[in-house]
């Protein structure tokens, strides 16, 4: 049996770390952690912020942590939204506004190959030990579509999909996302140790 905490108050994170990696891994995150402070996602990488955050928190909790960072990625946009992904439209936006903004960006643009990413650092007593790379490459809709999920799953499609992750639900996307392939890295990393 395995212990992580998550350096994460995102509940949506945290369900998608439980599920995928499944049993013999016990999971908890800084819900209630009050003396673990926020660290500003300063990175220029998605695997940077993963890093900054997995050690900072690792440092003041003992036993394995684990920070990840992700976001999608647009091709016609350079890139964009980004590490930004979370910030796009705004310091303290919402999965609705970021999505506004990408989809205002995008208007009349027919390049709507995208691509979703993750980082995940895992760290020990302030060293981070190992980082692990996933992606999942899809398009953006003209507009929105399903209820499930959590940031811009609405808009994104998965390449050899005809729905969004938010259609999807759980238990293709925990199969095929960027952060499942991954969490997956991670879980055979710890099954080793």
Request: a negative charge; proline letters at 4%.
């Amino acid at each position: 049996m395995h212990f992580i905490t998550l350096a994460t108050r995102n509940a949506h994170k945290t369900r998608e770390f439980t599920q995928i990696l499944g049993p013999g891994v016990v999971v908890r995150d800084l819900s209630g952690m009050t003396d673990v402070p926020e660290v500003e996602e300063t990175g220029s990488t998605f695997a940077e912020n993963a890093v900054l955050k997995a050690a900072a928190a690792s440092r003041l909790i003992p036993g394995w942590v684990v920070s990840d960072d992700s976001g999608l990625s647009v091709a016609a946009l350079k890139g964009e939204p980004g590490v930004r992904s979370a910030r796009y439209a705004g310091e303290h936006a919402t999965d609705r506004e970021n999505i506004a903004k990408l989809l205002l960006n995008l208007q009349g643009n027919g390049d709507r190959k995208a691509a979703f990413h993750c980082a995940i650092a895992l760290a020990k007593e302030g060293r981070v030990v190992e980082v692990f790379h996933g992606a999942v490459a899809g398009s953006i809709l003209l507009e929105p579509r399903g209820e499930l999920g959590f940031g811009y799953d609405p808009v994104f499609v998965p390449d050899g999909y005809a729905q969004t992750f938010a259609e999807l639900g759980d238990t293709v996307k925990n199969a095929i996302s960027h952060r499942a392939s991954a969490i997956a890295q991670l879980r055979e990393y710890l099954s080793e140790r």
